[in-house]
């Protein structure tokens, strides 16, 4: 685990919006009159920018989130977190406003969640740590996995479902993604062809586009926080819910699973028996499916991603690409 692993060196996709105490003082308005004491910008995620406010009197600190991304990821959140509150831990949204008339882009005022991301326990090496919380995000999944949707589709307000379009389903989307320039120049001829040829050897191990739950399509320890409570270690909050759509559980498998063959075996066991801790069986190729649904991800990172950009991130997710189809026969 001595290479930079789980996201550790990539670049962000946009850079970070300072904030001044001036104006999170005009943010938290509607929230709070209270005096801030300080503002820390958290340097985690790859898009959005997010700031810990503190304040002078004994107030519990804030969240102030703000959405440089994707507007609609705002009110999508905040649908999210109504539907999974009771069961699975995230941050609450104390306030919000999408409007962008006082400030230019989405915020919301959420909740501070001590804790830890899951990704600095698997730095730490603590294997005790590590086996807990592979365990509980196994866990969650499965419950996750339990909130079923009609049909598989995007999100739009208060999780109304777009259904794909027919270049969106599984197959047809990889098979375009496959033929842009901007993949076809970070994998380069012998890594593309040989990807081809695995996806339509392995088509039909992809799942039905209308089995559908809640996806959250950005499901690995980078954006898990967890805490010690006595002995134990437990998930504080699953973060970042933005990109989740009504999807396959394997998706969100496979995004936990992608750096699993750097990792000691015993954090891809018990993130599994978390899954089927209650009953629930796999299926029996279930790791190929994670990982061909992690490599539909691997490519389209790529795509939005170019070696020129982000070069960093560029390439962790090529050597991804090629550790998964060189592994593909221990699967």
Not at 254 to 277: C, N, T, V, W
Not at 286 to 298: F, R, S, V
């Amino acid at each position: 685990m001595d290479t930079p692993i789980l996201k550790m060196h990539w670049e962000r996709f946009k850079a970070h919006i300072d904030l001044d105490r001036a104006t999170a003082t005009r943010l938290l308005a509607a929230y709070t009159a209270d005096a801030i004491d300080a503002l820390f910008l958290l340097s985690e995620g790859c898009a959005n920018t997010n700031y810990k406010v503190t304040f002078k009197n004994n107030r519990s600190p804030v969240l102030i989130r703000i959405y440089t991304r994707e507007k609609s990821a705002l009110l999508r959140e905040i649908a999210i977190y109504k539907l999974i509150a009771n069961n699975i831990p995230a941050p609450a949204h104390l306030y919000f406003n999408d409007q962008c008339t006082l400030y230019p882009h989405p915020y919301a005022v959420m909740e501070w969640v001590d804790g830890i991301l899951m990704r600095e326990v698997i730095l730490k090496k603590n294997k005790h740590a590590i086996m807990a919380c592979a365990f509980e995000a196994g866990h969650y999944l499965n419950i996750m996995r339990q909130i079923k949707f009609p049909y598989g589709g995007f999100f739009q307000n208060e999780l109304d479902i777009r259904p794909f379009n027919d270049e969106e389903k599984y197959l047809p989307f990889v098979l375009n993604l496959l033929q842009d320039k901007i993949v076809k120049e970070s994998l380069g001829e012998t890594l593309l062809s040989t990807v081809s040829s695995l996806i339509h050897a392995q088509a039909m191990l992809l799942p039905e586009s209308h089995d559908a739950n809640l996806t959250h399509a950005d499901y690995d320890p980078a954006n898990i926080l967890v805490t010690r409570v006595g002995e134990q270690w437990k998930i504080a909050a699953i973060l970042d819910w933005e990109f989740s759509f009504a999807g396959t559980y394997l998706l969100d498998m496979g995004m936990m699973l992608r750096y699993s063959h750097k990792l000691p075996d015993y954090y891809e066991k018990s993130f599994i028996a978390g899954i089927q801790a209650n009953g629930f069986q796999l299926p029996p190729q279930w790791k190929k499916q994670a990982k061909l649904m992690d490599l539909l991800c691997l490519l389209q990172l790529t795509y939005y991603n170019p070696v020129r950009e982000r070069p960093k991130l560029n390439r962790d997710v090529v050597s991804l690409i090629a550790d998964t189809v060189n592994d593909w026969d221990f699967f």
